[in-house]
């Protein structure tokens, strides 16, 4: 079976709405708003490295595809299988994408041959729906020391499973890394 990870960014109240960019008030919080420090992104990099393939959910399809395929430190998620969950998208235009239309899908793609961890990126219902569903392995957390009191937050309640802390540090811009196992 194939690990499915969840990566966010995330703020100290939950808020994992527009870190880069967005329609937040505050969007680009994650540079804005906080130092930029290296080797808090050395977890990004592990995760390339360790992925077999992406999925992502419509809307964060259609902002990446665009761009992703023109940036150089994305080559590697370029090139790799990627899987987007839509009831809606017909002709994906980005290398080596196919379209899953269901939750059924995603778990059947858990379930079958393929080498590497599927990394789900910044696809906030798809995570959520993933998660409700009992989809989710593994949650990477990067904590921002920001409260944004409002905006899209990754944990609805309706999640299953407990969470076991397996990884973790502090950065000296007060982000902290936080690897998390889903309990079942």
Do not use: C
Request: aromatic share 10%; glycine share 10%; no cysteine.
């Amino acid at each position: 079976m194939r690990t499915l990870i969840v990566t966010e960014f995330m703020t100290l109240d939950g808020v994992v709405d527009s870190p880069g960019g967005g329609e937040h008030p505050r969007a680009g919080w994650t540079f804005n708003e906080v130092p930029f420090v290296e080797e808090m992104y050395d977890l990004k990099g592990r995760e390339q490295d360790e992925a077999g393939a992406m999925m992502l959910g419509r809307v964060s399809y259609d902002e990446f595809a665009p761009v992703w395929p023109t940036m150089d430190e994305f080559d590697v998620y370029n090139a790799m299988p990627k899987y987007v969950v839509s009831s809606t998208l017909t002709d994906p235009e980005w290398n080596n994408t196919t379209v899953l239309r269901s939750l059924d899908e995603v778990a059947a793609l858990k379930q079958g041959d393929g080498e590497g961890t599927i990394i789900v990126h910044a696809s906030l219902t798809l995570a959520q729906g993933l998660a409700e569903a009992g989809l989710v392995d593994r949650y990477h957390l990067l904590v921002f020391p920001v409260v944004l009191g409002e905006g899209k937050r990754l944990f609805n309640g309706r999640e299953q499973g407990s969470l076991k802390l397996v990884e973790h540090e502090v950065y000296s811009n007060g982000v902290v890394k936080q690897v998390f196992d889903v309990m079942r």
